[in-house]
Structure formats: C-alpha cells, structure tokens
C-alpha cells in the first residue's frame, strides 16, 4: 500500500528495529514530504538532498486514507526537514494532521524538525492539534555540532519544544528522545533530561545509538550502554517529573507511541 501511494514510512527510511512489534499494534510512523532531508546528520539512514523535489499536494488526502484502510489506531507523522521551503513543510503537516483528524478515535502524533525555532511555523502545528508534538534533541549539548547537521542545535531545538508547549492556542503534549552511546557522560544526559523538563516536555524516550551503516558519514558507536544504566535513566527522568519514560536499547522516539494513552496516562479527549 505505502509503494503504491509513494508514502514512505520512517520504520523503514530510518532501518528502525521494531517496526514488526509496532506494525502488528496497529501503530505506524509515516515520513511525509518526500524521503529526502535538506540536512545530513550523522546518526541518520534517511537520504539527503540541498533541492529535494516539490511537495505532493495530495498526500495528506492519501496519508488518510491508508491510515483508514489499514485500521490504525494510533499513527506517529514525521518527515524529513525541508529548509528551502519559506515555512519549513509547517502548513504540509498541519494539513496532513487536519485530514487524519477526520477519522473517527485516531490519536495522533507528530514527529517535527525544528523549523528554525520559528514561532508562526510552530503556531501552524499546534492550530491543526495534534494529540502530541514530537521533538528530537538527539544528543547531550557538547556532542550536538558532531552529532546533528550544523544548521541544527541543541538551544533551538529546546526552543521549538518550549514554544510548542506553550503556545496559547494550544497547551498540546509534548515529547523528546536521546540517544546514547556516543560518548556522552552521565552528568550530560542528565543536563539534558532537566533541559527538556525546563522546557515543558512531559514524554521522553531514551535509546541506544546504533550506526546506519559503515560509511563514513554515519559517526561508529562509542559505547554500548548497559541496561541497568538505561534503568537508572528511566528513574531519573520520573523522579525530574517526566509523565511518561520509555528507556532502553532498542526504544526509538516511536516505539510503543501510543502507551501513555492506552495506560490512560494521557486522556485522548482533551489537552493539558
């Protein structure tokens, strides 16, 4: 169904572990505006292009309507990072968001770059209300230049989560995830957990960095983290007041996205 609508999904463009486990929940990650990103961070399997080609006008309509037939019940929408669009593909997936509004008890989530911090473009999303607005920050701030493309950065992207939860129109729930494993310390990724808690996210996600490949584009794995240590991180992250922790070497920024509401942490018929 995903080749012949030419929709693309991140379980796939991203080499993600669990897509069997979540596939079979009847959750799915779809990546819209196209497979190719503006930028080229080095922990990513996801194809990069300065002049990706234009945005299919009809997605949002088709992203439905494949959500519809295959019966999902809780779908997670990211996408690429379109830098040379004048709003960052902000109106793209609010669009997409306003069309699977229409069916009947689908939570849904959106994975979103940054869009350079930019408050309208933020203001955008959160008018389209989604259920949750999703935010990587990737890695502790001294490993952020290494790690992410240079036109990323740790303080914007905190700004985007701040704004997103914060934003009147909105109050929606917000979520962020970090990888480790790639030589950060201890200390640093609880800086890093305080920084998003500062910044109002309520859902984190806490996974090993697994490289995509051999090329030397992609940074090799610094360490393997033991799962007690994994352990320690999801105690932490409560005891700093996160709603929801999911922490584990095979944890992605999706996997098992609809958990908080299925434990009724977070109630699908009303924001914070």
Known sequence: MLKSLKLHSVCQSAHCPNRSECWAARTASFMVMGEYCTRACRFCAVKTLARPPPLDGNEPEKLAGAVASLGLKYV???????????????????????SLRKIPGLIIETLVPDFKADENAIRTLVLANPHVISHNIETVERLTPLVRDRRAGY?????????????????IITKSGLMVGF??????VERAMRDLRSAGVEILTVGQYLAPSKSARH?????????SRFAEYEKLGY???????????????????????????FQTGARR
């Open 76 to 98: 997670v929408i990211t996408s690429v990072t379109r830098d040379d669009l004048p709003d960052q593909g902000a109106g793209h997936i609010a669009q997409c968001v306003l």
């Open 155 to 171: 303080r914007q992207s905190l700004e985007t989560l701040r704004l997103a939860h914060a934003l009147p129109e909105g109050r």
């Open 183 to 188: 030589g950060e310390t201890k200390g640093e």
């Open 219 to 227: 940074l090799p794995v610094s360490e393997y983290v033991e799962p």
């Open 239 to 265: 005891s700093l007041g996160f709603r929801h922790v999911a922490s584990g070497p095979f944890v992605r920024s999706s996997y098992r996205a609809s958990e908080p509401f299925m434990r009724g942490i």
